[in-house]
């Protein structure tokens, strides 16, 4: 299992970095690929817990908003939104009235937000990459999301006893978020003053931000992941799927990092004064 999980992360780090590097519709292509695969696993299990939902639409609705958000921001994103709420709608009225599925209109509420959490949260990824010096801000933002959940796991594994949410995640413990809170915040002390270095002297890139907006993404990027939990919990699942060996799902890997988009986004926006 350790294999498998170091061998996929040895894959994929050099690859992340490359693409993220890269910008522009490499970058939002790949993010939409991951809102598709992880709106995909939604459906799958919200299938097995009796909802009637797409598995085919669900990933090209997610996909489809983080496309329309790079080809006209927030105003394509809400168009897309806004096809989605009508699209989806009128296909469930139709399952409802010649199919006789009496459930529908839940049907209608899980298709919706397996489409708008997975594809709308996930536009904010290509947000934050595009806002100046965005390549350094969402290489400290989601690093720090990850380092916070390493540090969170290893800590609360050595010296976790007072858990954190029994019945969402009964391996979390308060001691295991603590520890989160100080490698959040030291991950991004220590990222933004390298990246501040390769982002130049006129950068409004520091440590001290850096910190800042690493203790907010492992204060607040875990509800990510209980958030799933609590889909996997009704379920009745492990992990999302099994795309990534040693990892689960894609959406087992991008739970907080849905979060830490959407919240490094408004952080940095406040601190450009935007």
């Known amino acids: 299992m350790l294999a498998s999980r170091l061998l996929v992360a040895i894959v994929l780090l050099p690859l992340g970095a490359w693409v993220i590097a ?5 970058f939002t292509a790949v993010v939409a690929a991951m809102s598709a695969l992880a709106a995909w696993e939604v459906a799958r299990m919200l299938r097995k817990a009796g909802f009637r939902v797409s598995e085919l639409g669900m990933p090209l ?3 489809l908003v983080v496309i329309a958000f790079y080809l006209q921001r927030h105003e394509g994103a809400a168009f897309a ?6 699209g989806s709608m009128t296909l469930h009225l139709f399952d409802f009235e010649q199919r006789g599925r009496q459930q529908a209109a839940t049907d209608y509420a899980a298709s919706v937000m397996g489409m708008v959490y997975c594809g709308w949260l996930a536009s904010y990824m290509v947000a934050l990459r595009n ?17 916070a959940d390493s540090g969170a796991y290893l800590i609360g594994r050595r010296w976790g006893k007072h858990l954190f949410a029994p019945r969402l995640s009964p391996h979390k413990t308060w001691e295991g978020y603590i520890g ?14 390298l990246w501040g270095f390769g982002a130049g002297p006129e950068s409004v890139i520091v440590p001290w931000k850096g910190a800042i907006l690493g203790l907010l993404l492992a204060a607040l990027t875990p509800l990510g992941d209980l958030g799933e939990s609590m889909i996997k919990r009704q379920v009745g ?9 040693g990892h689960g799902g894609i959406f087992d890997r991008i739970d907080s990092w849905l979060w830490g988009g959407v919240l490094g986004y ?9």
């Open 22 to 26: 890269l910008g522009g519709f490499p």
């Open 237 to 245: 699942v492990k992990d999302s799927g099994y795309i990534l060996p």
């Open 61 to 63: 609705g997610a996909a």
């Open 180 to 193: 989160g809170l100080m490698s959040g915040a030291l991950s991004g002390w220590v990222l933004a003053a």
């Open 81 to 86: 939104l806004t096809f989605i709420l009508l």
């Open 266 to 274: 408004y952080l940095v926006l406040w601190w450009l004064g935007r």
């Open 131 to 147: 806002l100046p010096e965005g390549k350094w801000w969402f290489l400290i933002a989601l690093p720090s999301v990850w380092l």
